[in-house]
């Protein structure tokens, strides 16, 4: 079964369970959210009762809890070891695996960091401390995000994220592919085979875990990070289609972070364009026209 979703929204009143009736809305069978605000710290309660319900219903509609994802804040940076920064950040990311556990959610999507002029060697190293730190105390797998590479992001290369991965002394670390961050990055999405015979060189293919389907508003190599509609951007939809139909990641969830258009969401339309895999040129006009 093809595992496919998009991000979601997590609201006080309805936590887990509003997070899946959105993601049932669109034909989902995975999802992807932040447990609060991504900018801020401010975390309300879990419900223990509301998080049961959304396990129940999840069996229901034949949703593995276990495909399911949790983004962590893009405040936390484990690059910068500026001293109140670097603890806050370690401490609050450890709270974030633990409301994981709570949800029975095993993954959990981290934006490498951002070196802030330190440099890329001691970047990689604050990283690396800090999830020797973070890792033991939790059962989450942390999964870092490839990323384009805008400003100082670590994480833009692969020899980035192996750096990672050989640094950590635990098991419970993973990858998160981004498929604009990539061609961002400079991959060149359009030969996916290619691009997968170097995962596998690396021995970093069995450490993926889940994938963000996105287009890229910019050409290769531009390291913007700007998110397009699958199929309207440089990426195009016979590379994207490809990549999420791929025999050898057929069991990875894949997330699309794609744009609203217009303020609505596009993803019911977008997966069943996925599942049909059939372009449909006037997606956006029929998303701004739904209902
Ligand atoms: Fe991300
Ligand atoms: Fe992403
Ligand atoms: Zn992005």
Known sequence: MLKIGSHVSFKKDTQ????????LSYGSTTFMFYTGAPQNTNRIPLSKDLTIKAWNKMKENNINIKDVIVH???????????ENKYQFSINFLKQECKRCEELGIEKLV???GSHV????????????NALNEILPTTKTNILLETMA???????????QIKTIINGVKYLNIGICLDTCHLSDAGYDMSDFDAFLKKLEDMELLNKVKCIHINDSK??????KDRHENIGFGYLGFDALIKIIHHKKLENIPKILETPYVDEHAPYKLEIEMIKNKEFDKDLKEKVINEK
């Not at 936390?76 to 500026?82: P, R, T, Y």
């Open 16 to 23: 887990l369970l509003g997070s899946l009736d959105e993601a």
């Open 72 to 82: 962590a804040p893009y405040i936390i940076n484990l690059a910068n070891s500026e």
């Open 110 to 112: 981290l934006h490498p």
């Open 117 to 128: 002029g330190l440099g890329e060697e001691l970047g990689l190293k604050n990283i690396i």
């Open 149 to 159: 590479g805008k400003g100082t992001e670590l994480g833009k290369t692969l020899e």
């Open 218 to 223: 910019n050409p290769l190599g531009a390291h």
